[in-house]
């Protein structure tokens, strides 16, 4: 069986976010699916506590064929990537999220995630 291919750590760099400011995004953008705490097997979204540094797909959440496969550890990187466009990024995902294209917005979410 040939070995699975994995997203590659994206060559970006990642602007300094504001943890206050992704905070607000958070409560706007994802908190009506996420949380940071709960039973991932019965959740509507994976929890995200702890999110940085954790194997994509790898909670009790049951995730799309293409989160399982895409093999990477979440860094601030692989959510700059992703948080752009969530589908193009990993196809197949469920989320149904379109992304956020300012850069600034997604360092502020990205900083609010990282310390949670």
């Known amino acids: 069986m040939p070995p699975k291919k994995t997203i590659a750590e994206p060559n970006v760099t990642v602007p300094n976010g504001d943890p206050a400011k992704g905070r607000d ?49 979440w860094t601030e990187k692989h959510l700059f990537m992703f948080l752009k466009n969530p589908s193009k990024y990993v196809v197949g995902t469920k989320m149904a999220f379109a992304g956020l294209e300012n850069e600034q917005e997604r360092a502020d979410l990205i900083a609010y995630l990282a310390n949670n």
Do not use: W
Request: proline letters at 4%; one cysteine or more; charged letters at 20%.
């Open 25 to 73: 995004i958070f409560d706007q953008q994802c908190a009506a699916c996420h949380a940071f705490e709960g039973d991932d097997k019965t959740a509507s979204a994976p929890t995200l506590g702890g999110l940085v540094g954790r194997k994509s797909g790898s909670t009790q959440f049951p995730y799309s064929k293409g989160m399982k496969s895409a093999g990477f550890n």
